[in-house]
């Protein structure tokens, strides 16, 4: 019996951390549930945070995987699907939001590379042109599915056909996750790392 209760013990332990896993995130009153479904797989959320703009909350952000990364290069190794998933928590005129993703993906990659995806980016501004504001609460998704492409989703509709280039999506994460991201507390949020 002695034998038996320290190895009990052991896999209690081990089932209590695994749900700690298993538990849905809750950043600035918006819930990350911790997987979710994408085309065919599931992925699970790598982390998520806030990203401010001097001492405003301006929206909330996930990031889902098929499996745990820690680093930006772990995240553009992967394969399979992947989400970012982001929910507003004030009011911000899109077509401002769009330059600043823009901006966002050229300061992250040299030059000739973000020449090569320059129409990709004018689209995508000009989705978010085409939405005017987006309001606190509303959510879009950027999913990046193999064999699909890229695909912006806003306030629950497909914009567009997808972008074809795989280096689109990682250019578009390089916003959050490159050098120069557009918040150091999210990208290591969006890692996964304690704050």
């Known amino acids: 019996m002695t034998i038996l209760r320290p190895w009990a013990l052991g896999v209690c332990a081990f089932i209590l ?52 990364a820690s680093t930006p290069q772990e995240v553009a190794s992967q394969r399979g699907p992947k989400r970012l998933s982001i929910t507003m928590l004030r009011e911000i005129d899109s077509t401002e939001l769009g330059k600043l993703f823009s901006r966002g993906m050229e300061d992250n990659m040299d030059r000739a590379a973000f020449s090569r995806i320059v129409p990709g980016v004018l689209r995508m501004s000009q989705i978010f042109s085409d939405h005017k504001k987006l309001q606190a609460g509303d959510q879009f998704m950027i999913d990046w599915i193999p064999g699909t492409g890229t695909v912006i989703t806003v306030k629950g509709k497909v914009q567009g056909e997808p972008f074809k280039e795989p280096e689109f999506f990682n250019a578009l994460l390089g916003i959050w996750l490159g050098n120069l991201p557009a918040d150091f507390k999210l990208k290591d949020a969006l890692l996964g790392k304690p704050a």
Request: proline share 2%.
């Open 17 to 68: 951390a695994g749900s700690a896993w298993s538990q849905a995130v809750t950043v600035a009153d918006v819930k990350y549930e911790p997987t979710q479904a994408l085309g065919d797989s599931t992925v699970q959320l790598n982390g998520a945070g806030v990203r401010y703009k001097a001492v405003f909350k301006v929206y909330t952000a996930g990031l889902y995987l098929e499996k745990k």
